[in-house]
């Protein structure tokens, strides 16, 4: 990376442009637009998420208060309120919905090489879950969930290498959980680890006979019927590991095959977590060790939420919510992109702390990371007036 660009204009090297240009096209972005392109609106969204933002006027604010930087930023239209404003709620929102399978896409491919979980797995994990946003009903009217009380789900399919999502849909509060299973394409031999909110066994047995795998942890009302137990491993925290099948009208008419239970105890919680899978070659640690693996999922929400610009929102339409976060889970793939590219073992919550102050450095990424590498330029300046000679001590 050149050392004369800012860190902004780095990170934003790191877009394929023309990718981003092809599906403005697509969408006809810029149509009826002189000035205040698509991708300027990217770009100050992106800025705005680097830099925690907290409002439209802030954002115009310090973009303006340093006119002489928009065009290296690469942002040539005017980024006022106003223009801000329009383009997030008139701007097709599905314009960074592909913009961000793009991203994910190549940052799947670069975290591939990363050890799997188990020497026993050479098949993608991936983690299922979804978190809420609340909302304020009145604002945001169309975010239905309670009847007092507004909300929108971000339904998140994560692949636990390198915790990149590979799937995400964003919905209103009142939509369960497990319908988004609906909407999944399932990948043959992967495995898809589920807490039991997920838990449906007609929609468990159309995984099943998509030829790859669920993990999933069972209720407490589960009717099962052990046939016969496999040998407990020794040394281990796995309580028993049994096939059977269900019992029940409909959970035997929905899923009529023979089931894998296991049960451990967790001795940090102190609690026992039983969990099923149709997986009967893999050994019962490793189905633990593919539940304790879902975790990632809820750190990766615990991550955007404190770290982008996700639960404050600059607009209260439709488009204006899924626009800010599309662009949010841009920057997020960006900084994973980064981060692997440049070899930075730091942790992705570091890495954009350090990012949001030094945007307008021109320093190279790596610098700021390699603390023992780096070195204060010292300049020697000829025009310097020397007052004192101090090597003998006189004026």
Request: hydrophobic share 40%; charged share 25%; with cysteine.
């Amino acid at each position: 990376m050149n050392a004369g660009k800012t860190i902004f204009s780095q990170i934003v090297d790191l877009y394929p442009k023309y990718r981003f240009d092809k599906i403005v096209s697509k969408y006809k972005g810029d149509r009826n637009t002189r000035s205040f392109k698509t991708w300027d609106q990217f770009l100050c969204m992106t800025f705005a998420q680097l830099t925690y933002r907290s409002s439209l006027r802030d954002i115009e604010t310090c973009l303006l208060a340093l006119p002489q930087k928009l065009y290296h930023m690469g942002i040539k239209g005017n980024p006022s309120r106003t223009n801000l404003a329009r383009a997030n709620q008139n701007r097709d929102w599905r314009i960074y919905f592909e913009f961000a399978q793009i991203l994910i896409e190549h940052a799947r491919e670069l975290y591939q090489s990363d050890p799997s979980i188990s020497e026993e797995l050479n098949s993608t994990v991936y983690a299922l879950d979804a978190t809420t946003i609340d909302l304020c009903l009145s604002m945001f009217p169309w975010a239905t969930f309670r009847q007092t009380k507004g909300a929108i789900k971000m339904h998140t399919l994560l692949d636990v290498k390198g915790s990149i999502p590979s799937f995400i849909k964003i919905t209103e509060g009142s939509v369960h959980d497990v319908r988004i299973l609906d909407e999944i394409v399932f990948e043959p031999g992967s495995f898809y680890v589920m807490d039991r909110g997920y838990l449906d066994f007609e929609r468990l047995y159309r995984i099943h006979t998509g030829h790859c795998f669920f993990v999933i942890r069972a209720k407490k009302n589960l009717k099962f019927k052990r046939q016969y137990s496999n040998p407990k491993e020794s040394m281990t925290n796995i309580m028993t590991d049994q096939i059977g099948v269900l019992e029940g009208f409909y959970s035997k008419q929905h899923y009529p095959e023979k089931i894998r239970r296991v049960k451990i105890y967790d001795a940090k919680t102190e609690n026992y977590l039983t969990f099923l899978t149709h997986n009967f070659s893999i050994s019962a640690v490793t189905i633990a060790e593919l539940y304790r693996n879902r975790w990632k999922v809820e750190l990766f929400f615990k991550w955007i939420k404190q770290h982008l610009r996700i639960k404050q929102f600059y607009g209260t339409s439709f488009n204006d919510v899924k626009t800010q976060i599309w662009i949010g889970i841009c920057v997020y793939v960006v900084v994973a992109i980064l981060k692997k590219r440049l070899d930075i073992s730091m942790s992705l919550y570091n890495l954009l702390q350090i990012i949001s102050v030094t945007v307008f450095e021109k320093v190279p990424i790596y610098q700021l990371v390699d603390h023992e590498s780096y070195k204060a330029p010292q300049i020697d300046s000829g025009n310097q007036l020397t007052l004192f000679d101090y090597s003998t001590g006189h004026k």
